[in-house]
């Protein structure tokens, strides 16, 4: 206890001394750092705050030392991420590196792959795609058919992948092919290599949102040194399903207003007052107040689930079954929040572009419409319902 | 282990040891940081509460199983519940499970007393625990003076005594809107007016009787609170046969005497205590409702594995399975926000009131959706008397009704929360 507070007390020294004063503000989306060999900081204080932060090795705050991590305990980051809200810092970097591969690497990868990778990630140097679905591959994503043959001092990789999230931007990707054609989740391999290979096309796709995260990624040829192989030939499927549980935990985080919930829109009672009107202090539609109220009630219920797991396995009792919904649960809920926040601010929230909208109200309908890919992208809700019923509530198929 | 020496494994609070206050001073800080590691940890339960689930599941399996309560219902029994359950009970610790050692309680706490209730839900166990303990204990706890303590809690731990609040005056809760008038006639009150929905008043010793004192039928101010004898002069009591086999009176007072020495609280001050009073009810009975959702899941669960339709178990259906699966989650949500609420009684938290709202609207949805949803994936056996969902059902739709259903929870908390 008295380390901790110790801890307590030096993190906040540290982090009075070291956040830019510019880095305590709400960030829009667009001025996510996400790193990479073409990192774009959205000021010189957001290079600043990542450096200084990776240096301590806090972008990663429990991965070992000995990988560019922080070494932390469970106990001192959590210290560390609450005297980060204290002072309302912006993540200094954000990337699937960080909350996806990273963990997945150490668990699966051999010593030279983690010392390669694991400081580039942590410092922001490299950043990294997801290469798992296929045009016939979603759902049943064990399905996938990009072709991977060893040709003795290499592989060889062709085939496509879909929906590669920030393809276009990134310099690596870890992704899975067919090692064994002849069997399905045993035919599997988890590949590393570099985007800038000979042989990689990237196509962006526009979604409905107007942004163009995702993109249609080939393979033509493409070689792959052997040292990039995670783990056993043909054992990629365990590390594939591990890395989804990391991005699930990392999605579920939506449903309680986090990444992209309409940042800086305000409290859904205040947003009905400006845009609907008041009576006596009160939002003048009681119909609308009624779905409000819904829609708190069920994320404070929400909110104390995530919290009820956490504590669970911080006493020793594993993950609960709780833990299984959040995907489920806590994109549905944003997707419903979305919805709520374009009933309460009418044709305000129906703008595309342009003269006679702010910048707050076109996030709000540009976000409504990236929000509706949270019950599909990492598993679909359905696929989610498919789990618990099988795996939690054991029913037959 | 049965039932009966189960006694010893209801566990008490350890007794506080007596300090002198400078060494209370010296380990101050330590305290304190014990205390924020507890907070830290409210949603999970400890080793002594673990224990008195454990106690309260097999004693309501054993001794207050589905039977009895249809039992009660077959019999048109004139009591309603159990008696000699009742004082085993009260043996056990539950019906003192609020009350400090000092009246003979054991002061295990609300988060102790919602897992009792939500074992009590799960066998649909007739008892007094929310007219007496629930409702009448935490009021005499909060307004009474030396004298009523004494009395009433070591009647109410004992299993001695059965208490009833009087406070509903129509078909909806409305603790606002009070018409039954107490008027001062010298050292004593003239009470008059009629009260419904008195859950267990029809056997009750004594009545809790929310009255105005002063101000218009609105206010919330002039509210006071009174012990009443249900046999004094002008009393009438009627037993209402409700839905869900449990109990309930209409009451009518008219005239009647009552000494100031009855007055429970302050004068036209009652309504700070009811409020509390009324939110430790709200929590509670989510807590029973906790027990209502949880065991309905757990007997459609079973009865999709076993079912055959189409030559294979009706589980194997995806149309069930999702639905289970949506079910299961909801259920998760309402766990966490039936423990965040006890042990937000128990902390003496400010949001208190906010949180029994939410576990109050929410346990009563998924209350009416497990029922529904159960009883339609039971197909024609779930329309039957002989199988248990409907029971469910009906006391669930009881309990969503008792101190505020959904709606009105919705409203209070945007009152709340001022929008
Ligand atoms: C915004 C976004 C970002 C993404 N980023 C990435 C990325 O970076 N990398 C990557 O590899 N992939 C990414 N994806 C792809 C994502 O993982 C897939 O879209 C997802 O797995 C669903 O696959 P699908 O689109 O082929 O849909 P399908 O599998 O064709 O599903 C269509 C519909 O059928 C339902 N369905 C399918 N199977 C069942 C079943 N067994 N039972 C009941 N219903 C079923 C689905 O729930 C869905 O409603 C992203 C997707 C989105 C939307
Ligand atoms: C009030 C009442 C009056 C009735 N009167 C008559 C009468 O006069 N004459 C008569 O012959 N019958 C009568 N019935 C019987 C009625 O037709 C059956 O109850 C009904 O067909 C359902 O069959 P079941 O009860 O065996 O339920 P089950 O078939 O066992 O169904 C149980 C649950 O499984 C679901 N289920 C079953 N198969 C599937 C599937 N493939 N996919 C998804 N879900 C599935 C059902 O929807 C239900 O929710 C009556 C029933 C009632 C309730």
New binding site residues.
């Given amino acids: 206890m008295e380390a901790l507070d110790t801890f307590r007390q030096e993190t906040r020294a540290w982090l009075e001394e070291n956040c830019p004063p510019s880095m305590r503000t709400p960030m829009p989306e667009e001025e996510t750092v996400w790193g990479g060999r073409n990192a774009k900081f959205p000021n010189p204080d957001a290079k600043l705050w990542l450096d200084r932060m990776a240096e301590r090795g806090w972008t990663a705050p429990t991965w070992p030392k000995e990988y560019g991590g922080g070494g932390l305990t469970k106990e001192e980051n959590l210290v560390l991420q609450q005297e980060l809200r204290r002072i309302k810092a912006r993540p200094a970097l954000s990337s699937f590196g960080l909350w996806m591969l990273g963990p997945a690497l150490l668990e699966f990868a051999n010593e030279e792959q983690k010392k390669e990778h694991l400081p580039k990630i942590v410092r922001g140097e490299i950043r990294w795609c997801q290469g798992y679905s296929e045009p016939g591959a979603g759902s049943d994503l064990a399905g996938l058919q990009t072709k991977c043959e060893d040709k003795g001092d290499h592989y060889l990789v062709n085939g496509q992948k879909i929906w590669t999230s920030y393809a276009d931007k990134a310099d690596w990707i870890f992704c899975l092919v067919r090692t064994d054609p002849t069997t399905k989740h045993d035919g599997i391999s988890f590949l590393l290599f570099d985007m800038m290979s000979p042989g990689v096309e990237v196509r962006p796709i526009t979604m409905i949102s107007g942004a163009s995260p995702f993109c249609e990624t080939f393979f033509t040829d493409v070689k792959v040194p052997k040292k990039n192989l995670v783990g056993e030939l043909n054992k990629g499927w365990t590390i594939a399903k591990r890395l989804l549980q990391h991005e699930r935990e990392m999605i579920s985080g939506m449903g309680l207003g986090g990444v992209g919930a309409g940042g800086g829109i305000g409290s859904l009672e205040q947003v009905a007052k400006d845009y609907f009107g008041e009576v006596d202090g009160r939002i003048a539609s009681p119909s609308l107040r009624d779905h409000i109220t819904r829609q708190k009630m069920d994320s404070k219920a929400f909110a104390l689930t995530m919290q009820r797991s956490a504590e669970e396995a911080k006493a020793g009792q594993g993950p609960g079954a709780a833990s299984s919904i959040f995907k489920y649960y806590g994109t549905e809920l944003n997707k419903r929040r979305y919805e709520l926040l374009l009933e309460l601010m009418g044709t305000k929230a129906l703008g595309w572009e342009g003269d006679g909208f702010d910048d707050g109200e076109i996030n709000v309908t540009r976000s409504w419409l990236r929000s509706k890919g949270n019950s599909i992208e990492g598993g679909t809700s359905e696929v989610q319902l498919n789990v618990v019923s099988k795996r939690v509530l054991g029913l037959p198929d | 282990m049965s039932s009966r020496n189960a006694s010893s494994a209801c566990p008490t609070r350890p007794a506080r040891i007596e300090t002198n206050p400078a060494q209370d001073k010296a380990r101050g800080s330590h305290m304190l940081k014990q205390q924020e590691s507890r907070d830290e940890m409210a949603l999970v339960l400890t080793e002594e509460q673990q224990l008195l689930r454990d106690t309260a599941t097999q004693f309501f399996q054993e001794r207050l199983p589905i039977a009895n309560l249809r039992k009660l219902r077959d019999t048109k029994d004139a009591t309603g519940f159990d008696r000699v359950a009742w004082k085993e009970m009260a043996d056990l610790g539950f019906a003192g499970i609020m009350i400090s050692e000092k009246y003979g309680g054991t002061d295990f706490g609300p988060v102790g007393l919602g897992l009792v209730l939500e074992q009590a839900g799960r066998t649909l166990a007739a008892s007094p625990l929310v007219s007496t303990v629930l409702l009448c204990g935490s009021a005499v706890q909060l307004a009474g003076n030396a004298t009523q303590r004494q009395d009433i809690l070591s009647a109410i731990a004992a299993g001695d005594r059965v208490m009833a609040l009087a406070i509903e005056e129509g078909p909806h809760h409305n603790p606002a809107r009070i018409a039954t008038k107490a008027v001062a006639d010298g050292n004593s009150y003239r009470l008059t007016g009629s009260k419904t929905f008195v859950l267990d008043g029809h056997v009750a010793d004594q009545l809790i009787v929310v009255a105005r004192t002063a101000g218009e039928e609105t206010d919330r101010s002039g509210i006071t609170l009174f012990l009443v004898d249900p046999k004094s002069e002008g009393v009438k009591v009627t037993r209402t046969l409700m839905v869900d086999s449990r109990n309930a009176a209409n009451i009518e007072f008219r005239n009647v005497a009552i000494p100031s020495s009855a007055v429970l609280g302050s004068v036209d001050g009652g309504n700070d205590v009811l409020e509390q009073v009324l939110d430790i009810a709200r929590i509670g009975l989510s807590a029973e409702m906790l027990g209502i959702v949880q065991q309905t899941f757990d007997t459609t669960l079973a ?2 594995k076993e ?4 030559g294979k178990v ?1 589980g194997s ?4 399975q999702h639905r289970m699966a949506a079910l299961f989650a909801e259920i998760e949500l309402c766990r966490s926000v039936v423990l965040d609420a006890l042990s937000a009684i128990e902390d003496r938290r400010n949001d208190v009131p906010q949180i029994a709202s939410i576990a109050k609207a929410r346990l009563s949805e998924i209350a009416t959706l497990m029922t529904n949803e159960g009883l ?8 039957t008397d002989q199988f248990d969902v409907g029971l469910y059902m009906k006391r669930a739709r009881v309990a969503a009704a008792s101190f505020g259903d959904a709606n009105f929870h919705r409203e209070r908390y945007a009152a709340l929360e001022g929008y």
């Fill in positions: 009865y999709l079912r055959k339709q189409f009706i259906f995806q149309a069930l339609q994936m039971h197909g024609g056996m779930g329309m």
